[in-house]
């Protein structure tokens, strides 16, 4: 009887064991890829074909700083990109805030930097001189109209972007139902458009009565239409929203994150280096994140998707 116990008690050790084994080999083998060539990818804001053209000097100088080829390419939407992580075809992703949350989710793609920008003052009519990781969305009405709080918004028609769009949607859609008013009630109108500063015309042309933008695009709109951001203002300013991310995919090892992000940390203080993130991206620089950085946008989303039902 004892013999027999003494051999299970052995069979199990083996077991355990080889489960640990296994799974310590799992988690090696789940961070251990160690890029030969580095393939970057990003949505551009403005023209694909322009911006491309520009960002390409940025392999030169991430080859110059990793040791490796670099090759950066541009992707019609940040989906593209997330699927494009997730079957390995892309090693790094520019993304914003709410496509890393889908990008962890399904990918376990990981953060490694927020992009640094201008803030500004409440109005979003001025920049400060002090970078932050975050930005916040307005929404927008002609000055001098009736509206002046959110309540003021139920019965109205408000321009938006997309339902994924954090600024654009998910934000200020979250707050009003906070206060009390569902967007896709109280007899309200939404109308797509795309572009925040369309956003910003729609309401300056009199087509809708708000809209969802982010802070400052109505200085956007104001390179077309001069004048505009002293005629279309805001009556209400949401939380911060997080800045856009620098992602990697979730099986890079961590000395390569690392190294990733301390080169584009390095360039971006450099005169070149900042010139093609400014002008590709419209980033100023570059910080550490975490994942934890995210857990907002995950709350609002919640919520969105109650409001959405």
Known sequence: MFNGIKKLRILLGILVGLFIGNSLITTVQASSYTPKKLTVQFVPSVDAGNIESKAKPLEKLLSQQLGIPVQVSVSTNFNTIVEAMGSKKVDVGFLPSDAYVVAHKQNHDKVILQALRYGSNNSGTKESKKLVNYYRSQIFVKKNSKIKSLKDLKGKTIAVQDTTSSSGWIYPAVEMYQHGININKNKIKTVQVKGHDQGILSVYNGDTDAAFAYQKAQLVAQKDTPGIAQK??????????????????????????????????????????????????????????????????????????????
């Open 232 to 309: 279309v203002v805001p009556i209400y300013t949401t939380a911060k929203i997080p800045n856009d991310t620098v992602t990697v995919r979730g099986d890079m090892s961590p000395k390569w994150q690392n190294k990733v992000a301390n080169a584009l940390i390095k360039i971006s203080k450099t005169k070149k280096g900042h010139k093609i993130i400014s002008e590709v991206y419209s980033h100023e620089g570059y910080v550490r994140s975490k994942d934890s950085n995210f857990n907002i946008i995950r709350k609002y989303d919640k919520i969105a998707q109650k409001i959405n039902k």
